[in-house]
């Protein structure tokens, strides 16, 4: 199976919980909208939850058949009146770009097999050899998959948009996205304390042209087409 999935940063309204507390009126704001969405054509399934370290900020994958699916949806009169509605939660415009994750469908993001997924995201060089610095990166989650306890699964892809990034070039970064799933956000930083981590936490780090790296929790729960 094939498909590409949208990767979206929300910038909640202070206190707006919309997939914790589904019976508020945020909450309905974001079924009514995930229901919308996974009606359209190619839309297969969605992931969403907070940010463990900043509650304001929520993370959102939703599966696609393909790229032209999601930007058809976009263009349709039903997008305008639901970005409208949206507006009683978000207080900023949504962040996004699609990536090929793999393996797809990426159903390790889902909370009922990773309790907690850790979000990386690398902002590299625009004109980074991607095959290199994925097979560096690639080490050290070897090293997690066969040593750390609470490892849930991994996926894995390349932004296919440039992202606004101010440590790169231009302004603009090549983004490479891996998505851990672990039982809880405390093995996970337990593992990171570890001589083992610490001694391999270099093949990232060090990765050629990589200019920016960011690493988050999220509790993802997963939404389908009813």
Same mark, same amino acid.
């Given at each position: 199976?094939?498909?590409?999935?949208?990767?979206?940063?929300?910038?909640?309204?202070?206190?707006?919980?919309?997939?914790?507390?589904?019976?508020?009126?945020?909450?309905?704001?974001?079924?009514?909208?995930?229901?919308?969405?996974?009606?359209?054509?190619?839309?297969? @399934?969605?992931?969403?939850?907070?940010?463990?370290?900043? &509650?304001?900020?929520? @993370?959102?994958?939703?599966?696609?058949?393909?790229? #032209?699916?999601?930007?058809?949806?976009?263009? =349709?009169?039903?997008?305008?009146?639901?970005?409208?509605?949206?507006?009683?939660?978000?207080?900023?415009?949504?962040?996004?770009?699609? =990536?090929?994750?793999?393996?797809? &469908?990426?159903?390790?993001?889902?909370?009922?097999?990773?309790?907690?997924?850790?979000?990386?995201?690398?902002?590299?060089?625009?004109?980074?050899?991607?095959?290199?610095?994925?097979?560096?990166?690639?080490?050290?989650?070897?090293?997690?998959?066969?040593?750390?306890?609470?490892?849930?699964?991994?996926?894995?892809?390349?932004? #296919?948009?440039?992202?606004?990034?101010?440590?790169?070039?231009?302004?603009?970064?090549?983004?490479?996205?891996?998505?851990?799933?672990?039982?809880?956000?405390?093995?996970?930083?337990?593992? @990171?304390?570890?001589?083992?981590?610490?001694?391999?936490?270099?093949?990232?780090?060090?990765?050629?042209?990589?200019?920016?790296?960011?690493?988050?929790?999220?509790?993802?729960?997963?939404?389908?087409?009813?």
């Amino acid at each position: 199976m094939s498909g590409v999935t949208e990767i979206a940063i929300c910038y909640l309204k202070p206190g707006a919980d919309p997939v914790g507390n589904p019976d508020s009126a945020e909450g309905k704001i974001m079924q009514d909208t995930l229901s919308l969405v996974l009606q359209q054509k190619g839309a297969q @399934r969605a992931f969403a939850g907070k940010e463990e370290e900043n &509650p304001n900020v929520l @993370r959102l994958f939703i599966d696609w058949d393909k790229v #032209e699916d999601h930007i058809d949806f976009t263009k =349709s009169e039903a997008y305008g009146p639901m970005v409208k509605s949206l507006g009683a939660v978000l207080d900023a415009p949504i962040v996004y770009f699609h =990536s090929p994750l793999k393996p797809f &469908p990426p159903t390790t993001l889902s909370k009922t097999i990773s309790p907690m997924t850790e979000i990386l995201t690398c902002h590299f060089d625009p004109s980074v050899d991607t095959n290199a610095a994925q097979s560096s990166i690639k080490k050290l989650i070897s090293v997690i998959e066969t040593n750390a306890p609470g490892y849930k699964g991994y996926v894995e892809g390349w932004g #296919e948009e440039l992202q606004e990034n101010d440590k790169s070039p231009g302004g603009k970064s090549k983004v490479y996205i891996g998505c851990l799933g672990w039982n809880s956000k405390e093995e996970h930083m337990n593992f @990171r304390e570890t001589q083992l981590f610490k001694d391999n936490v270099h093949h990232i780090l060090d990765a050629h042209q990589l200019k920016d790296v960011q690493m988050v929790h999220a509790s993802l729960l997963e939404y389908h087409d009813a």
